[in-house]
């Protein structure tokens, strides 16, 4: 592992030789197979791509062009318009609710657009709010996806195991929701989507961390069974209210898991196209590094200590150790624990440090995978030891949505 990690590091220092950090490169080999990973785990059923864990068009058209991928799910209605707009995809589902007026505005006023957009619901105020910006009679009909909280409540309800999501868990409420579409004039319920974070989004094998991992695989397991007959019945419930087009489960972490579920047929992934560090904490699958960003060292403190410039590219989530970028390339780096990843310097420490001179590079993974994209305006393609291409991220299009 260490030699292929140094290999690593002389390949991408070789093929950037002619950049100035900080930059980010992504190794398309490690990106083209990490994709098809991902479509041989989903079993014969479309992956849809998550936008958010992407962030540039020209590598969602990328992994749009490629067997087994299907469909974008977005982040917020702005960016799934630019990506129709742009042609990156007719058929884009946003993965959450919206509020933005102007936005719906825009969907409501374009047949093309309210043909290619699939609308995320989960409360009929957020129907009410359309109406308001819109009326029925006045806008084509819009494509709607029922949100259902695949969040684990044992103890009838008493723990909550999952993220706060959609208010609609049970396969009741989902059956009056779908009634309560059907009855509105102007809305069309056309999916489900349950996003079981708590299988996918959580790894079942933290570091150093035995008895914690094995408590969550053993919730992991009770979630899932409990999962696959509560979403069965709910799409059961819909569909006796809607002819629905997709329903749509998983992301990177519960791919197999969630393709084997009769009820869904189509998977979201996206994160495991980069391979960020928050994916080494998995079993089943682990996606190979393919998303580093690079700081020059610009200081050496003391014995046995380099210090790079910048370097504070922190995720999203609980503030903690995980959301913190890892020094990858050289091996036997460390973050210095009274001060992390900092935003003007990062000092690190370990074997490697004395052997890093002014100028060198450290090779970074951050924790999630978009997110490194909200930092630089282009990403570098590498193939090989050469950067075959530059290309914008949605910072870098001045797409800023969040």
């Not at 409501?108 to 359309?130: I, N």
């Not at 103890?155 to 009855?183: D, E, I, K, N, T």
């Not at 999962?227 to 087009?245: K, S």
Request: hydrophobic fraction near 45%; include cysteine.
């Amino acid at each position: 592992m260490a030699i292929e990690r140094d290999l690593l590091r002389d390949r991408l220092d070789r093929a950037t030789a002619h950049l100035d950090p900080p930059f980010v490169v992504v190794d398309l080999a490690a990106f083209d197979t990490n994709a098809a990973a991902l479509v041989d785990r989903a079993a014969g059923k479309p992956v849809r791509v998550a936008s958010k864990s992407v962030r540039s068009r020209d590598l969602l058209r990328r992994v749009l062009g490629r067997p087994g991928w299907r469909g974008v799910l977005a982040f917020t209605l702005p960016e799934a318009i630019r990506l129709v707009r742009a042609r990156i995809s007719d058929d884009v589902v946003v993965a959450y609710p919206t509020a933005d007026r102007a936005a719906l505005t825009e969907l409501a006023g374009d047949p093309g657009l309210a043909a290619a957009v699939t609308l995320m619901v989960d409360d009929p105020a957020q129907l009410d709010l359309v109406d308001a910006v819109r009326a029925p009679g006045q806008r084509p009909e819009l494509r709607v996806c029922l949100d259902l909280d695949a969040s684990w409540r044992p103890l009838r309800g008493r723990v909550h195991v999952g993220v706060r999501r959609s208010p609609v868990h049970s396969a009741a409420a989902a059956g009056a929701f779908a009634a309560a579409v059907a009855a509105r004039r102007g809305f069309r319920l056309v999916g489900v989507m349950a996003y079981e974070a708590q299988i996918a989004g959580l790894g079942d094998a933290p570091p150093g961390q035995a008895l914690r991992g094995a408590a969550i695989r053993a919730a992991q397991r009770r979630s899932y069974r409990e999962l696959l007959a509560r979403r069965g019945a709910a799409v059961d419930a819909v569909r006796a209210q809607a002819d629905l087009e997709f329903v749509n489960g998983g992301g990177t972490g519960s791919v197999a898991a969630t393709s084997a579920d009769p009820a869904v047929t189509e998977i979201t992934a996206g994160s495991g196209l980069y391979g960020p560090t928050l994916f080494d904490a998995y079993r089943a699958w682990r996606p190979i590094p393919a998303a580093f960003f690079a700081c020059a060292v610009v200081r050496r403190p003391a014995p046995g200590m380099a210090t790079v410039l910048g370097g504070g590219w922190i995720a999203s989530g609980t503030a903690e150790h995980s959301r913190l970028p890892q020094p990858w390339l050289p091996a036997g780096l460390r973050l210095v624990g009274t001060e992390g990843a900092g935003e003007v310097q990062t000092p690190l420490t370990g074997a490697a440090a004395d052997r890093l001179r002014m100028g060198d590079r450290v090779w970074f993974r951050h924790a999630k995978a978009g997110e490194v994209c909200e930092r630089v305006n282009e990403l570098h393609l590498v193939d090989g030891d050469a950067v075959v291409a530059s290309v914008p991220t949605y910072r870098g299009e001045g797409w800023a949505f969040l």
